[in-house]
């Protein structure tokens, strides 16, 4: 067991919490339930969450960030936990619970720390208009190249 586990004070959903993230994560597992309090693993993180009542809420405050390897990764996971709940900015997203979450890749952190502090500028400010990251855009404002346009769905035939 971790020294330090994050604490989570939910109104009273903190069981269908833990089932909604341990669905989405795939290193994940619900340890304990009671009617009070869950423990549950994410990707290897512990948590404990509580039935408080509506007492306290969660705020941006305190976000749970998480280090996604490529686009696609982003995108699967940004698609599940801003399902009922809100996209802010920057590639944050409050869930459904109220808790909010970083969506972050790997790329962004490389265009901030580049050797290129211009590129890495162009990165920030590219980043301060999005909703959820767009890497090939982060990449691109890095480079100092227009981003690439995003080719349109294609549309299904009508029978």
Same mark, same amino acid.
């Given at each position: 067991?971790?020294?330090?586990?994050?604490?989570?004070?939910?109104?009273?959903?903190?069981?269908?919490?833990?089932?909604?993230?341990?669905?989405?994560?795939?290193?994940?597992?619900?340890?304990?339930?009671?009617?009070?309090?869950?423990?549950?693993?994410?990707?290897?993180?512990?948590?404990?969450?509580?039935n408080?009542?509506?007492?306290?809420?969660?705020?941006?405050?305190?976000?749970?960030?998480?280090?996604?390897?490529?686009?696609?990764?982003?995108?699967?996971?940004?698609?599940?936990?801003?399902?009922?709940?809100?996209?802010?900015?920057?590639?944050?997203?409050?869930?459904?619970?109220?808790?909010?979450?970083? +969506?972050?890749? $790997? @790329?962004?952190?490389? !265009?901030?720390? %580049?050797?290129?502090?211009?590129? =890495?500028?162009? #990165?920030?400010?590219?980043?301060?208009?999005?909703?959820? +990251?767009?890497? $090939? @855009?982060?990449?691109? !404002?890095?480079r %100092?190249?227009?981003?690439?346009? =995003?080719?349109? #769905?294609?549309?299904?035939?009508?029978?």
């Amino acid at each position: 067991m971790p020294k330090i586990t994050p604490f989570l004070w939910f109104n009273k959903d903190a069981a269908q919490a833990a089932r909604f993230y341990t669905s989405i994560f795939k290193h994940s597992e619900i340890l304990s339930v009671s009617p009070m309090s869950v423990s549950f693993v994410l990707e290897g993180q512990h948590f404990h969450a509580f039935n408080g009542g509506p007492h306290f809420t969660f705020t941006p405050a305190i976000s749970l960030f998480v280090d996604c390897k490529d686009q696609a990764e982003v995108d699967a996971l940004w698609n599940k936990l801003v399902k009922g709940g809100k996209p802010s900015r920057c590639g944050w997203l409050t869930d459904k619970y109220g808790l909010s979450w970083q +969506i972050i890749p $790997k @790329a962004l952190g490389k !265009a901030f720390g %580049g050797s290129d502090r211009a590129g =890495a500028a162009r #990165a920030r400010e590219a980043m301060m208009g999005m909703i959820k +990251i767009d890497v $090939k @855009a982060i990449e691109a !404002a890095y480079r %100092g190249t227009p981003a690439p346009k =995003a080719r349109p #769905a294609k549309r299904r035939a009508r029978a």
